[in-house]
């Protein structure tokens, strides 16, 4: 994992980031879709792993992003970035992103806590317009 403090490079902004909760996204082509997986704390343990690929036909993922928060910036322990996980949409048609969210562990011991069963993964559908 890759940590990129965002001050003036590419990533994501309002137009193009939506919520993982969200459902559904809906991008056009050559465009960049920005995931918003909400707040993690690697120093806790959060892991986010995609655990179903997108028709690479489609969707191609580029790059996970930390926006650091102030607290994180000033070194206070219990702080939090916001992440980010950017696809580039190649091509009309529709895909399904599916993420899975793990504390602590791995994707092949996942749990929600110790000794709790992984959480349901999200899912994500995405449609690539012209």
Do not use: K
Request: negative net charge.
């Amino acid at each position: 994992m890759f940590i990129l403090v965002l001050s003036g490079c590419s990533g994501p902004d309002e137009d193009t980031a939506v919520s993982l909760d969200s459902g559904t996204a809906t991008i056009a082509v050559e465009e960049e879709l920005w995931v918003d997986m909400g707040e993690v704390s690697t120093s806790v343990g959060d892991n986010w792993f995609l655990v179903g690929e997108p028709d690479m036909e489609v969707l191609t993922e580029t790059e996970q992003v930390h926006e650091r928060s102030l607290a994180c910036n000033l070194g206070l322990t219990e702080c939090g970035d916001q992440l980010y996980w950017g696809f580039e949409a190649v091509a009309p048609g529709e895909t399904v992103l599916v993420f899975q969210y793990c504390l602590q562990t791995d994707l092949e011991n996942c749990e929600a806590g110790t000794g709790q069963e992984a959480p349901d993964p999200v899912e994500l559908a995405v449609v690539v317009t012209e």
